[in-house]
């Protein structure tokens, strides 16, 4: 069975500083790997995913991520937080064929 | 593009109502799933529908029923409502799940209450 782990579920964060949301997974084959966000009272966005290649991908808002296949984890990273940051991220896995799999998400507020 | 569209945005039931979300999509998905959202729990997987006239049951499908009307639109059903049913539905869609790095896109949500 697949799952997805996010093992923080709130982050509070200084804006400008820097932060890392954690995401592990568990797969026995090889998988697809997203970050999504949802801002208050909203649907759930792509933020960025890994598909082959790079293993560190990055988005147009200065988020990135990297695949590290050896620990399993798909960890989120910013190095300067804005307070417009402040949201739930979700990590979620996708394997050929299959559904989603959603982890339980990590809300970050970005404190002023 | 509207994207993913839902209706309504907003729902107050009462225990054993019957209702109808509706999700419309108009990317020209052939995929599209009902999501719902619980605090901690992340999303978890109603029903999808892999292409028009499939559906299929995901992780927790009692209580709710699917129709895949036609391409573009995926409705849920509530046939007799329940407190637990309390939660914010969400519908999505994508290419297809036979494309290996299928994206979903998500509606806005629909939050839905059962007293």
């Known amino acids: 069975a697949q799952s997805v782990t996010q093992l923080d579920s709130q982050v509070p964060v200084f804006e400008e500083a820097p932060v890392e949301l954690r995401c592990n997974y568990s797969?026995?084959?090889?998988?697809?790997l997203f970050w999504y966000v949802q801002y208050p009272n909203q649907g759930l966005q792509l933020l960025l995913k890994?598909?082959?290649?790079?293993?560190l991908v990055e988005s147009i808002n200065g988020f990135e991520a990297e695949f590290n296949k050896s620990q399993t984890s798909f960890h989120l990273r910013k190095p300067s937080v804005h307070i417009s940051d402040t949201a739930e991220y979700f990590c979620?896995?996708?394997?050929?064929?299959?559904?989603?799999?959603f982890g339980p998400g990590t809300r970050l507020s970005v404190l002023p | 593009n509207a994207g993913v569209t839902q209706t309504p945005k907003f729902q107050v039931l009462k225990t054993g109502q019957s209702m109808t979300l509706q999700c419309a999509q108009d990317?020209?998905?052939?995929?599209m799933y009902w999501y719902r959202q619980d605090p901690g729990m992340g999303l978890r997987l109603i029903y999808y529908?892999?292409?028009?006239?499939?559906?299929d049951k995901g992780e927790v499908p009692n209580g709710y029923n699917v129709s895949r009307l036609n391409k573009r639109e995926f409705s849920l059903r509530l046939e007799s409502a329940a407190p637990s049913q309390t939660s914010v539905y969400f519908c999505?869609?994508?290419?297809?799940?036979?494309?290996?790095?299928?994206?979903?896109?998500f509606g806005p949500g629909t939050r839905l209450t059962v007293l």
């Open positions: 529908s892999a292409s028009e006239g499939t559906t």
């Open positions: 979620a896995l996708l394997r050929g064929g299959q559904n989603f799999v």
């Open positions: 890994y598909l082959s290649g790079s293993t």
């Open positions: 990317m020209n998905h052939n995929s």
């Open positions: 999505a869609s994508s290419e297809g799940l036979q494309h290996p790095s299928d994206t979903q896109y």
């Open positions: 797969s026995s084959v090889s998988v697809y």
